[in-house]
Nanobody, 124 residues
Framework: QVQLTESGGGLVQAGGSMRLSCVVSGRTLNNIGMAWFRQSPGSEREFVAAFTWSGRDPYYADSVEGRFTISKNTARNSVFLQMNNLDPADTAVYYC?????????????????WGQGTQVTVSS
C-alpha cells in the first residue's frame, strides 16, 4: 500500500520561504513519478511542479517558475518543494502526488496516489 505524507506547511509572510516535505512509503521513488499540486478555496486543483518520468528533470507551472524548486532524496524516499519569495496568491492546500505511468505531467488525472495535504498560508 502506497502512502504519501506531507509536512512543512504553516503561516509565512509575503516574501518569505517555506519547505514542504513528502515521505513516500510502499513504493520507491525509482518507480513512481512525483509531483506537487495545490488547491485554494473555490478553485480547482492546480499543478505546481513535477519530475519528468525519467525522474531526472523538473517541470514547473509558469506561476512558480523561478521561485519554487522540486527536489528529492532517494535514500529517504522523499520529495521536497522549496518555495521562495512567497506571495499571498500561493496560499493553498498543497498536495504531493504520485503516478505510475508517463503522460501529461500537469494533469491531475494521471496521478493515482495522493497525500492528505498541508496548508500553506501567505500573509500580506
Amino acid at each position: 500500500q502506497v502512502q504519501l505524507t506531507e509536512s512543512g506547511g504553516g503561516l509565512v509572510q509575503a516574501g518569505g520561504s517555506m519547505r514542504l516535505s513528502c515521505v513516500v512509503s510502499g513504493r520507491t521513488l525509482n518507480n513512481i513519478g512525483m509531483a506537487w499540486f495545490r488547491q485554494s478555496p473555490g478553485s480547482e486543483r492546480e499543478f505546481v511542479a513535477a519530475f519528468t518520468w525519467s525522474g531526472r528533470d523538473p517541470y514547473y507551472a509558469d506561476s512558480v517558475e523561478g521561485r519554487f524548486t522540486i527536489s528529492k532524496n532517494t535514500a529517504r524516499n522523499s520529495v521536497f518543494l522549496q518555495m521562495n519569495n512567497l506571495d499571498p496568491a500561493d496560499t493553498a492546500v498543497y498536495y504531493c502526488a504520485g503516478r505510475t505511468t508517463s503522460g501529461v505531467l500537469r494533469s491531475d488525472i494521471q496521478y493515482v496516489f495522493w497525500g492528505q495535504g498541508t496548508q500553506v498560508t501567505v500573509s500580506s
